[in-house]
């Protein structure tokens, strides 16, 4: 069973760090597309960042120059760092797993980020 467990989450001032991390169970961790999601009260989720299998990343323009995705194979780990956060970034972040950029077919459960001003 495949499974995506997040981490790091927390309340932080305005333009702290964070680095949130996601445990992930399975074998095929290392061919799969993985990203980050977040999603505000009253908004829609949205894409902040992913990864593929061989290593191309994006980011939402929001957040591009802030936040660093990584991702480490042998531990089944995805890393999203956080710097000079700003209250915009307040929600909860997850953690998606699928065969390519784009369509996740696995979903972790959720950590809250909470920037304060």
């Known amino acids: 069973q495949v499974q995506l467990v997040e981490s790091g989450g927390g309340l932080v001032q305005a333009g702290g760090s964070l680095r949130l991390s996601c445990a992930a169970s399975?074998?095929?961790?290392?061919?799969?597309?993985m990203g980050w999601y977040r999603q505000a009260p009253g908004k829609e989720r949205e894409l902040v960042a992913a990864i593929s299998s061989g290593g191309t990343i994006s980011y939402a323009d929001s957040v591009k120059g802030r936040f660093t995705i990584s991702r480490d194979n042998a531990k089944k780990m995805l890393y999203l760092q956080m710097n000079s956060l700003k209250p915009e970034d307040t929600a909860m972040y997850y953690c998606?797993?699928?065969?390519?950029?784009?369509?996740?077919?696995?979903w972790g459960q959720g950590t809250q980020v909470t920037v304060s001003s």
């Open positions: 399975g074998s095929t961790f290392s061919i799969n597309a």
């Open positions: 998606a797993r699928g065969w390519r950029l784009g369509s996740y077919n696995y």
